[in-house]
């Protein structure tokens, strides 16, 4: 119950943190920093995914479209067409757009961190210690990055240091997804729709949605896997074991 | 240069003034306006007044040490019940400090009220340090004591108690709650 | 009849080259080499160590990281060797023994890379290498202005020049027949050994190929191209693959792939700030490994392997494609348009029906039939006793009744003794027997037996041929002495198997457009017949491109074969466009392919070819990005042993140490690349099915396998590596 108001108890607060994560809404009625180890993972990864978690709500849903064009170009080409998506094909051009996309999310996450971890006015931030402290400058960079709002608050951010670094991170975060995701639009409404037939990739159905999902879990999400695996991974493990900083 | 200005310039710019008016004024006042009207109790801060006077918002807990009152949860909110500092202690799950702080949470509530177990929100800090509830089985946890204190059969503090106990939303979403503020108020009479 | 005749001819000549064909399995001569004929395999070792410059893998990012990771290792592995650099004692993998076989493993991975690539262009420099023999300078006589002959070499020649081939020389360049007919050995290009007919003012049979052999008569030829352009020279070039470009699909997946290669750099660059911060100092050689195993090397490596290859596949198929974007586009096609005449039918008239006048038993009617044929060695003649024989046998076994009503006076084809056999010829335009009794039996053209004939014609021959004649077919009359007996009814056929492939097709989601010059009755008949999805009738040239170009607004891509020069602008604006090797040199050059064989038909399996290339592009490269899983699972616990022991219980697949987790993962890594070079040179299998389906299939083979393979493979790897003390 550390950082959980009596009347949402534990569940909803789980369940807000989820939501509000996933949705890039940023309200908070309990404070994700104390949650269990894995409790902290949900929202932190819900971040890094880019907030697409339901599917692309609001800010989200550019950031799920990028990851459906990812998908149908890895995937797409086993239809024995080259890829298409929503009538449009997907070239060079767009590909560019959506790794500059994937790449500043990235970037901006695991960058800003690593800077954070390696400077004495970074470390200064992190309340815990061991990897909790890590998870919190993580936290830190993922929500900005994703123009959320929810913290792990025991960073202490108002220092000119987080204050910067926080500023860019963002500023990438919003528009160097922004940006890329314009150019994609303006470059496919201007091509050719291509008809469909038997023969198009189906971007319905449950086999769309499983590969969809295997396109985010492992382009996405794999890119911060070790960063998580040495934040609230290892936290939870070392919860279990009872270990203490 | 001329296509850019009117093609891409002017409307963005009378997209802005358009959405500065309805977003920024508009909208703004047209929220205030209704929630003054429909809601003011809650508009205003769900104020709880007793005799005319205001003593308290049933939002946001307060501090009670004396052992005739119910006691809240543990505040991080300044020195505790800190309304212009809420926020939670954000100690991890493998914070030494933590540990320590419930230890001597521990010891206190011990002190106080026995060695029956110790419901959990009673030593642990809420999210915003200004809890207004504590669960009914911390309620429960110290009515022995209440009751000495103030003289009344434990059953009289437990009526009372059951009062102020609210059911989760639509019995699943949140959980069961006992408002502290309400519940010493009425324990003192004051609440018609 | 007379034109009839000749294109009969031609008919069976195509048809006794599809059976050979069909009997060398459609791979003729010295271009079937097997995949991994030794010989190639062995070539391949010395240029793949030459690709290994770097200037050269610049080209190909992710392999590019590779190799430079690959020099960083054996860097630190020699200065930890001399002692140069003292390793800090609690990082992982801090040994020179470990870091040498880090180092060794990772020249493997870019050298399996490199070797695929050599291996690929192998098979293609071998073809080239047969061609170029062919392209030596050969003697040429070339006509002066004053009509005088000179004697020149082929590589003075320029297009324009006029010169003259006698049977035996070598066509010293391209170029189009302009006097004269002989037949010409194009089995150089064709791998096809029967001589082809070369004559000139035909769309055709006018263009000659340099390097091919005359074997009879003499040709003139004028030469079309300069040296250095001719078709042989640009065909050298694209087997060679020296003027190899990346296809724009190519392209686009190298930036998803350099892409994720950045994102993954990112991922392990910024993992030692992170392991410093939580006590976990992270070696350059583990972070190195990491990064290795991560980014998509599998389809980094294969991907130029698999585009050279798709390539050759196309072309041991004998259809030459001027670019690899054409053979991509081939497998994006939905729309194909096909010629009627000698594509979808066989461009000459079989008997498809006998019918008896009134008054005719059908049996007479049959046997008259059979009599007027039994000399007759055209198709025709052939197709009208295969089809009376058939009928007759049904007949004989429709039992007794139909016997006896058989008149005794009939001869019966195996006592008929022919007497005198009545030729075609152009002015009669009729052709049969006199039997040995003196009865004649002819047939021919309507109008000529009906002239001949005692009798007034019946009504129902004339009904009976104008209805024939309104389906597209031709009637011939048979006429015993004096008197009709029936029509034998002449039809253009089906090839046989193609509404089978255009089933197959419709299952692919491509739609087949027939187009034709016939009357819209005709066609319709075809059409059904074949199994099309739509026809063009009484189409002109321009109406092709008028059809094509609506197809392309529809959001369509389509294919079309060609050979006239009529066809070249359709040909052109199709966005695949295959021309017939027979045919002009305008259609060719404004093909993007060139079917050596000059069968339309192939247009169906280059299609295929695309796709497969396509697929096998796609399922390597999901089946790279799903080894990333179970590669973390063995990499991550082993870095960070020493500072979170906790940690191992993410090592699922209870690896036996730290090096033998992160050695193994190297080694798969490495290894998966040689093992996936079959498939990526064979391509992976292709079945006609719908999008939907394709993608359940492979997606459960390439995606579920390719998160299930590395597990496997890793943990054997390091069962093995341990038995044997490696790390």
Redesign the interface.
Known sequence: MEGKEVRFGPDTSGLFATVTTGTSTGAVDSMHDSFLPVGGLVPLFNMELGEITPGGVGAGLYGILVFAIIAVFIAGLMVGRTPEFLGKKIEAYEMKMAMLVVLSLAFSILFFSAVATATAAGKAGPLNGGPHGFSEILYAYSSQTGNNGSAFAGLTGNTLFYNLTGSFAMLLGRYAMIVPILAIAGSMAAKRRVAESLGTFPTTGPIWVGLLIGVIVIVGALTFFPALALGPIVDQLINNAGRLF | MRTFIKGQLWPAVAILLAFTVITGFAYPAVVTAVAQIAFPGQANGSMIVVDGQTVGSSLIGQSFDDPKYFSG?PSAAGAGYDPTLS??????????A??DRISAQVDALRKANGDAPIP??LV?????GL?P???PA?AEYQVARVAKARGMTEDQVRAVVARHT?Q?FLGF???A?VHVLQLNLDLDGLLR | MALAVIDTARGSRRIAREARQAQAGHAPGPRNRGIFDPKLLRGALGPAVRKLDPRQMMRNPVMFVVEVTAALVTLIFVSDLVGLTSGAAREVGRAPAFEFQIALWLWFTVYFATYAEALAEARGKAQAATLRKTRSETPAHRRCEDGTFEDVGSSALRAGDVVVVRDGETIPGDGDVIEGVAYVNEAVITGESAPVLKEPGTDIRSSVTGGTTLTSDTLTISITANPGETFLDRMIALVEGAKRQRTPNEIALSILLSGLTIVFLLATATLRPFGLYAGAPLGIVVLVALLVCLIPTTIGGLLSAIGIAGMDRVARFNVLAMSGRAVEAAGDVDVILLDKTGTITFGNRLASRIVALPGVTEREALEAALLTSLEDETPEGRSVVELARKRLAEIASDGPGTKAATPAAVTTPAEAKVATVVPFSAESRTSGVILADGTVVLKGAVDAIVAALDVKAPPELQTLSDEISSLGATPLAIRRNGRPLGVIELKDTVKPGLKERFDELRRMGIRTVMVTGDNPLTARTIAQEAGVDDFMAQAKPEDKIARIRAEQADGHLVAMTGDGTNDAPAVAQADVGLAMNSGTSACKEAANMVDLDSDPTKLIEVIAIGKQLLITRGAITTFSIANDVAKYFAILPAMFVVAYPELNSLNVMGLARPESAILSAVIFNALIIIALVPLSLRGVAYRAAPAAELLRRNLLIYGVGGIIAPFLGIKAIDLLITAVHLA
């Open positions: 949860r926020g939670g202690s954000n100690l991890a799950s493998t914070s030494q933590l540990i959990v929100d642990t800090a809420s999210a915003s809890d509830d504590i669960s911390a609210s989760p979403i949140g959980a709650s």
